[in-house]
C-alpha cells in the first residue's frame, strides 16, 4: 500500500528489501528493493546496514563490509554495534573484537554491543572472556539471577552446561514455554 501511494521513498523500499531478505529469503528482490532504496536516497544508514546482511547472505564478503563502514560512518551511533558484528559474521574474528572492545569502551551502556563482543570470544575460542562478558550482561540488564545462574552453569561445565542449563530452564518456565523458540535459537545456544 505505501508503494501505491508514493513510490518514492527510500524507508517503503528498505522495509521490502528486508522483508524480501528475513522473510521471503529471496535475496534477489531484496538486492532490487535496497539498490531502489540507495537510489532515492544514498545517505539513508539503514538501507546501507541492511544491504551488508544482504551481502553477507549473497557472500560478498567485502561488499558486506563496505557497506556497513558505510552505514556506521552516516550514523554511528544509529547501530554501533553493527561494524563488531558483522566483522564476526565474516569470521574476523580479531577485528571483530578489537571494534567491539572500542565501541564498550565508548558507549559502556550498550548491552547489545556487548552481547556481540561475548559471541565474538566465544567464536573464536575465548571462552572465559565469554562467559564474564555475557555474564555482566546479564547483570547490566538487571537480572542478576540469571547471570548467576548462567556463571554456576559454565564454571560446572563450560559452553555444554550452560546450554543444558538454558534449554532446561526454558522448558521448567511456563511462562517462557508460552513464547516461541525457534530451532536456530535453541541450536546456537
Same mark, same amino acid.
Given at each position: 500500500?505505501?508503494?501505491?501511494?508514493?513510490?518514492?521513498?527510500?524507508?517503503?523500499?528498505?522495509?521490502?528489501?528486508?522483508? @524480501?531478505?528475513?522473510?521471503?529469503?529471496?535475496?534477489?528482490?531484496?538486492?532490487?528493493?535496497? =539498490?531502489?532504496?540507495?537510489?532515492?536516497? &544514498?545517505?539513508?544508514?539503514?538501507? @546501507?546496514?541492511?544491504?551488508?546482511?544482504?551481502?553477507?547472505?549473497?557472500?560478498?564478503?567485502?561488499?558486506?563490509?563496505?557497506?556497513?563502514?558505510?552505514?556506521?560512518?552516516?550514523? &554511528?551511533f544509529g547501530?554501533?554495534?553493527?561494524?563488531?558484528?558483522?566483522?564476526?559474521?565474516?569470521?574476523?574474528?580479531?577485528?571483530a573484537i578489537?571494534?567491539?572492545?572500542?565501541?564498550?569502551?565508548?558507549? &559502556?551502556?550498550?548491552?547489545?554491543?556487548?552481547?556481540?563482543?561475548?559471541?565474538?570470544?566465544?567464536?573464536?575460542?575465548?571462552?572465559?572472556?565469554?562467559?564474564?562478558?555475557?555474564?555482566?550482561?546479564?547483570?547490566?540488564?538487571?537480572?542478576?539471577?540469571?547471570?548467576?545462574?548462567?556463571?554456576?552453569?559454565?564454571?560446572?561445565?563450560?559452553?555444554?552446561?550452560?546450554?543444558?542449563?538454558?534449554? @532446561?530452564? @526454558?522448558?521448567?518456565?511456563?511462562?517462557?514455554?508460552?513464547?516461541?523458540?525457534?530451532?536456530? =535459537?535453541?541450536?546456537?545456544?
Amino acid at each position: 500500500k505505501a508503494l501505491e501511494l508514493d513510490d518514492s521513498l527510500a524507508e517503503t523500499h528498505n522495509s521490502l528489501g528486508a522483508l @524480501h531478505l528475513f522473510y521471503d529469503w529471496d535475496w534477489k528482490k531484496a538486492d532490487e528493493e535496497t =539498490q531502489r532504496a540507495v537510489q532515492l536516497d &544514498p545517505g539513508f544508514a539503514e538501507v @546501507h546496514h541492511l544491504r551488508s546482511y544482504l551481502m553477507i547472505a549473497l557472500n560478498r564478503p567485502e561488499e558486506a563490509l563496505k557497506e556497513q563502514r558505510l552505514a556506521s560512518r552516516m550514523d &554511528p551511533f544509529g547501530r554501533p554495534f553493527a561494524l563488531g558484528y558483522v566483522l564476526m559474521r565474516l569470521h574476523r574474528y580479531d577485528a571483530a573484537i578489537q571494534e567491539l572492545q572500542r565501541r564498550k569502551k565508548d558507549l &559502556p551502556q550498550d548491552a547489545t554491543g556487548r552481547y556481540v563482543l561475548a559471541e565474538a570470544y566465544d567464536y573464536k575460542g575465548m571462552k572465559e572472556e565469554s562467559a564474564k562478558e555475557f555474564e555482566e550482561v546479564f547483570l547490566q540488564l538487571g537480572d542478576k539471577k540469571f547471570a548467576t545462574e548462567f556463571r554456576k552453569a559454565f564454571d560446572k561445565g563450560g559452553d555444554k552446561a550452560v546450554a543444558e542449563w538454558r534449554i @532446561h530452564r @526454558h522448558q521448567a518456565d511456563p511462562e517462557a514455554r508460552k513464547q516461541y523458540l525457534s530451532p536456530l =535459537q535453541m541450536a546456537h545456544w
